[in-house]
């Protein structure tokens, strides 16, 4: 009877996940640039593999759930999980009170959508107050 031991098994599963990230990263630079991505700079394959790394570590296997949390890093920047003002989604896509990574994924997609649309729209109330209560032009 075949014995694997612990070390062994540890090896097989970096392993997998190595050749996991390998093929996702390899797809995603195949891929044409999305509109969203062309304001940022080019992915490469030194760039691009440590954020799909940390996305399948977390469990978040298919390729267009890869490809939602490499927009996140687009956006944000590779390393937005570590950055302050994001430390909410890191808290989120760590939270073990929901089972599955990709509920995560999506329920930080879902906010940062909400607080983007909160953003805008407080954008435009304090725009228009300012147009509106803005003193009247003067004639000279």
Same mark, same amino acid.
């Given at each position: 009877m075949l014995r694997i031991r612990e070390s062994q098994m540890a090896s097989l599963r970096r392993a997998t996940t190595e050749a /996991?990230?390998?093929?996702?990263?390899? $797809? +995603?630079? !195949?891929?044409?640039?999305?509109?969203?991505t062309t304001a940022t700079p080019a992915w490469t394959h030194e760039t691009l593999a440590p954020v799909v790394r940390r996305g399948v570590e977390r469990g978040i296997?298919?390729?267009?759930?890869?490809? /939602?949390?490499?927009?996140?890093?687009? $956006? +944000?920047? !590779?390393?937005?999980?570590?950055?302050?003002?994001?430390?909410?989604?890191?808290a989120w896509l760590d939270d073990t009170a929901v089972s599955d990574p990709v509920a995560r994924l999506h329920r930080v997609l879902t906010e940062r959508r909400r607080r983007e649309d909160v953003a805008r729209m407080n954008r435009q109330r304090a725009e228009a107050f300012r147009l509106r209560h803005a003193p009247p032009p003067t004639s000279t």
């Amino acid at each position: 009877m075949l014995r694997i031991r612990e070390s062994q098994m540890a090896s097989l599963r970096r392993a997998t996940t190595e050749a /996991r990230v390998q093929q996702r990263v390899e $797809a +995603l630079l !195949a891929e044409p640039p999305s509109v969203e991505t062309t304001a940022t700079p080019a992915w490469t394959h030194e760039t691009l593999a440590p954020v799909v790394r940390r996305g399948v570590e977390r469990g978040i296997l298919e390729l267009g759930d890869v490809r /939602r949390y490499v927009g996140l890093a687009s $956006a +944000l920047g !590779a390393d937005f999980e570590t950055q302050r003002p994001h430390a909410w989604m890191r808290a989120w896509l760590d939270d073990t009170a929901v089972s599955d990574p990709v509920a995560r994924l999506h329920r930080v997609l879902t906010e940062r959508r909400r607080r983007e649309d909160v953003a805008r729209m407080n954008r435009q109330r304090a725009e228009a107050f300012r147009l509106r209560h803005a003193p009247p032009p003067t004639s000279t």
